[in-house]
């Protein structure tokens, strides 16, 4: 069973950080292209940033672009997104999910039996 479990939410000011981890088991960890998605209340999901499983790719978000870094250990199974000079309009609940584009441009997940999340994490930014 596939399993992906988000860490390290929390509540900071406007310009503090935090650092979210994602401990996937279940599956082939270091072969597998990882996604970082975030969803507003009330709003759609959104991709923020995607690593390929050398890390030699990695997409961001332009909204996120110089204020987030994604990274990886494939020995320990783990996804990483180091968030910098947050912004309150980075609130939102932050979860961690397998392939390159797991989210459909509706907003929605792609349910297909390459798509896995998890939980989610909340990230809450105040003034």
């Known amino acids: 069973e596939v399993r992906l479990e988000e860490s390290g939410g929390g509540s900071v000011q406007v310009g503090g950080s935090l650092r979210l981890s994602c401990k996937g088991s279940?599956?082939?960890?270091?072969?597998?292209?990882m996604t970082w998605v975030r969803q507003v209340a009330g709003k759609g999901l959104e991709r923020v940033s995607s690593?390929?499983?050398?890390?030699?790719?990695?997409y961001y978000k332009d909204s996120v672009k110089g204020r987030f870094t994604t990274s990886r250990d494939n020995t320990k199974n783990t996804l990483y997104l180091q968030m910098n000079r947050l912004k309150t309009e980075d609130t939102a609940v932050y979860y961690c999910?397998?392939?390159?584009?797991?989210?459909?441009?509706?907003?929605?997940?792609?349910?297909?039996?390459?798509?896995?999340w998890g939980q989610g994490t909340q990230v809450t930014v105040s003034p």
């Open positions: 999910a397998t392939s390159w584009l797991p989210v459909r441009d509706d907003g929605q997940w792609y349910t297909t039996s390459d798509t896995h």
């Open positions: 279940g599956f082939t960890f270091a072969s597998t292209t």
């Open positions: 690593i390929k499983p050398d890390s030699n790719l990695i």
